[in-house]
Every structure is written in C-alpha cells, then in structure tokens.
C-alpha cells in the first residue's frame, strides 16, 4: 500500500479514496484451485440468507450449486468476504501482490492542491476532505496511516465512528484545536 502511493504521487496523482474496499489481494495461481484448495487456504465460507431470523452457517455444496430465481431482485444467500486480517498470513507466505483500485475520485495534484467533495469512508478521510478544504497528497498520507493503523490492530483509528461529529471529536481530542477556519464551518 506504501509503495503504492509513492508510485501514484511520484506521478502527480492523488487516489483520494483509499480504504480496505479499494485495496485487492492477488493470491498467484488462485484462479487454479480446486474448492478443496480454495477451502483449506482460506477456510469455508460463511453463507447468510440475508434472513435475520436465519443464524449464518458453513456453506455447503448444495448450498453453492443452486440457482437463484432471476425474477428475485435478491439472491438466495451471499458469501462473507474474508477479513483483511485472515488475508495477511496468505500474502506473507504466497509471493501475493496488493492492488490499489478504483481511481474515481483520484485527481492529478497541483501545488496549490485541489478543491472537491469526496466519498471517501469517515474512518480514513483527512480532516481537510471532511470540511471539503483543499487536497493534496497528504490526504493519501492520512488515510494510508488511517490503513496501516486499522491493518495492524484490526480496527478503525477512531472507534467505530458513525457521524462526522464523532470523528471531528476524536480528532480534536487526539492532535488538538483543529485550524480556526473550519471552527467557523
């Protein structure tokens, strides 16, 4: 990930909306295994109905070989992704390359930054993307450090935060005052 956004700056541009979701694993040779393989190396899934009253439960070969009505805008079950934590292992072990994706709210960066409104997650945005300040690189920087935090410890650098009220705080409480000129906003 750190070498990835020194790539992307050392060419003008500034991703702008890095998260887990936009950071892929590529296992070599996955698309190879068996289901066995698939299972032994990164365990069996765990299947939801998408029914609350339904616990979730190991998917078994029925389960992965039936077919969804098309006319049910919702599929009969889903697969939990894997978690970041359960992926390292498997990347420090199989010669795994990371991928930086989903470039839609990269921009090429000046030296007097970029104004934009961007989407990127609470947890990971910089205080400047939140009042919709100036951007520069070092936007990637906080939400890289905000990345590398929350894949060493397992969790967000800020609580689980749901409001930006909540994240604004934290913040505050953690590098202090924040510039006069977003107090006013």
Known sequence: MIQATVQMH????????????????????????????????LGEPICSTGDSDTESSTASDSDLSRTCDPSSPTPEYFVYPLS???????????????????????????????QKQLATPLAVAAPEALFEDVLTPASDIWALGCLIFNTICGHSLWSYLTSLD???????????????????K
């Open 84 to 114: 970041v934590e359960d992926m390292i292992p498997l990347c420090l072990v199989d010669d795994c390359s990371i991928r930086v994706v989903d470039f839609g709210e990269a921009f090429f960066s000046h030296s007097q930054g970029v």
């Open 10 to 41: 050392g060419r003008g541009v500034v991703h702008g909306d890095l998260h887990r979701g936009n950071i892929l694993f590529c296992l070599p040779g996955l698309e190879t295994w068996t289901r066995e393989q698939v299972n032994v190396k």
């Open 166 to 184: 909540d994240v604004l705080i934290d913040i505050t409480l953690a590098y202090g005052r924040l510039p006069e000129r977003w107090w006013t």
